[in-house]
């Protein structure tokens, strides 16, 4: 099976700052790695798809790569804002396996301070 | 679209008594999942669905059921409730080769 981890369970940057989080997986390297949002009390919301043959996908403040040789995936936020504060997770599909069967890891929280 | 609807969001058992989860989603998507989020534990993956009709388990399956009739429709079942199963569950449903939409979660509590 493949093992997800996320760097340190907590993040504080002040505004204007880029976040940068890490995910690593250690086993086989996926198709593809998702990243979502997760605020508390609701349900995770997600925001980047990036596939094994993509480098780099953007979208907005929001920036994710992913390194199949290091077998990691960072997802950076620049210009950070108060409201980029939640938890962030990331998740992969299991071995060949179709996007049903998609694991997270526990996730970084991030907190920006004004 | 309403999205993903689950209900109830909040339900109290005792141990030993079973109760479904209901599940809905009216985007058409292909799969649907069951997770549950612990402290510390992050989510995992109960069962999921690829199509209706076709199930299999995921990471913690004990103790749950499933089926899928429809596209629409995933309920997950508690057979015999037991305090470890005290947990907020979420389902959530994806396109192929998309991102998955979450509901707002069922905040379950067995005594």
């Known amino acids: 099976s493949q093992k997800i981890e996320q760097n340190s369970e907590a993040l504080n940057i002040q505004e204007g700052k880029t976040a940068t989080l890490t995910c690593n997986y250690t086993?086989?390297?996926?198709?593809?790695l998702q990243w979502y949002r997760q605020d508390p009390g609701r349900g995770p919301v997600f925001l980047l798809l990036i596939r094994e043959n993509e480098k780099e996908k953007r979208k907005e403040r929001l920036k994710v790569t992913f390194d199949t040789t290091l077998k990691q995936s960072l997802f950076h936020i620049t210009a950070s804002q108060p409201a980029d504060s939640a938890t962030y997770l990331c998740?992969?599909?299991?071995?060949?396996?179709?996007?049903?069967?998609?694991?997270f890891g526990r996730g970084t929280q991030l907190t920006v301070w004004p | 679209n309403a999205g993903v609807t689950q209900t109830p969001k909040f339900q109290v058992l005792k141990t030993g008594q079973s109760m479904t989860l209901q599940c809905a989603q009216d985007?058409?998507?292909?799969?649907m999942s069951w997770y549950r989020q612990d402290p510390g534990m992050g989510l995992r993956l109960i069962h999921y669905?690829?199509?209706?009709?076709?199930?299999d388990q995921g990471e913690v399956p004990n103790g749950y059921n499933v089926s899928r009739s429809t596209t629409e429709d995933f309920p997950l079942r508690l057979l015999s409730a037991a305090p470890s199963q005290t947990s907020v569950y979420f389902c959530a449903s994806a396109p192929r080769d998309k991102g998955y939409t979450f509901g707002s979660g069922t905040r379950l509590t067995v005594v």
């Open positions: 985007m058409n998507h292909e799969y």
């Open positions: 998740a992969l599909p299991d071995r060949g396996s179709t996007l049903g069967r998609l694991y």
């Open positions: 086993n086989y390297s996926p198709a593809y």
């Open positions: 669905s690829v199509g209706a009709g076709i199930t």
